[in-house]
């Protein structure tokens, strides 16, 4: 069984910076790769960022160049550091342990957090 809990949202200024944290428990942590998704009002989930247990990643279109994802495996962390937030970043963030396929594409798995909400607004 394995659980998850996202921190470090909250209310933020465009241009403004976050830095979430996952803490995960489970021994699955380790060799799984770990994703942070988004969901805002009246849209889909989406993929933000993953990262593989050795630590290459992926970061959405959107976000490239303003958000970086990172995990500390002795802590059981993952996290997302968030920078030049925009209102179009306003979501609540959710944690996922995963897998990538055969193409290298991450894929959700079964485990998710409760999520963090990130409110970007003046």
């Known amino acids: 069984q394995v659980q998850l809990e996202e921190s470090g949202g909250g209310l933020v200024q465009p241009g403004g910076s976050l830095r979430l944290s996952c803490a995960a428990s489970?021994?699955?942590?380790?060799?799984?790769?770990m994703g942070w998704y988004r969901q805002a009002p009246g849209k889909q989930r989406e993929l933000v960022a993953a990262?593989?247990?050795?630590?290459?990643?992926v970061i959405a279109a959107s976000v490239k160049g303003r958000f970086t994802i990172s995990r500390d495996n002795p802590k059981n962390t993952v996290y997302l550091e968030m920078n030049s937030l925009k209102p179009g970043d306003t979501a609540v963030y959710y944690c996922n342990v995963g897998g990538v396929n055969g193409r290298g594409h991450y894929y959700a798995g079964d485990y998710w957090g409760k999520g963090t909400l990130i409110t970007v607004s003046s």
């Open positions: 990262i593989t247990n050795v630590g290459f990643t």
């Open positions: 489970g021994s699955m942590f380790r060799s799984n790769p």
